[in-house]
């Protein structure tokens, strides 16, 4: 579905690729034009009520996203990005419990594979330290389930941004975005 989404601008929105969950190393840029792009992209997947969540989700996202980069802001700015960012939880909460729950997800081919490769490298490590292997020595490929999980610092630290932003100015203060699209100026020239 994203890849029947029009380009946007020279630098803007660019073609995304025929599988985006299977885009490897990504740029800021790519992240953000996913978020962009993920409503029309991800419209009706779901049944309702689900698929009214996912919008809410991903509309309060690209909002918050688009308050926290603004290159000036006001105190009315801010007050929005707060109000915002306790939408955003709240939704995120609420997807969580109501839309995730319903849903059995598991590990991706991608992520079993990676799974095996450090269990390997842990058993041939202990190997070599002389320790016994802990598991069976050729386990069956299964896919471990997955859960949305609300408790990492990436989520905990979004309820930060105001007040950061408060101490050090906009996030394009600290950003190398703006870099990268002068430099992208100056060699076309």
Known sequence: RFAAISTFGVDTIR????????????????????LQCSIPAFEGLLPDPHNKRLLKVLYKLAEWHALAKLRLHTEETLARLEVVTRELGQAMRDF??????????????SEIAARERRKASEAK?????????????????SKVPKTLNLATYKWHALGDYVSTIRLFGPTDNYSTQAVRSKLVQVTSH
């Open 15 to 34: 073609r995304f690729h025929e599988n985006v969950s299977e885009m490897k190393k990504l740029a800021a840029r790519d992240f953000e034009d996913i």
């Open 96 to 109: 969580r419990d109501n839309t995730c729950s319903a849903y059995k997800t598991f590990e991706t081919p």
């Open 125 to 141: 490590k202990a190997a070599a330290a002389g320790k016994p292997a802990t598991g069976k020595a050729h386990e069956p490929r």
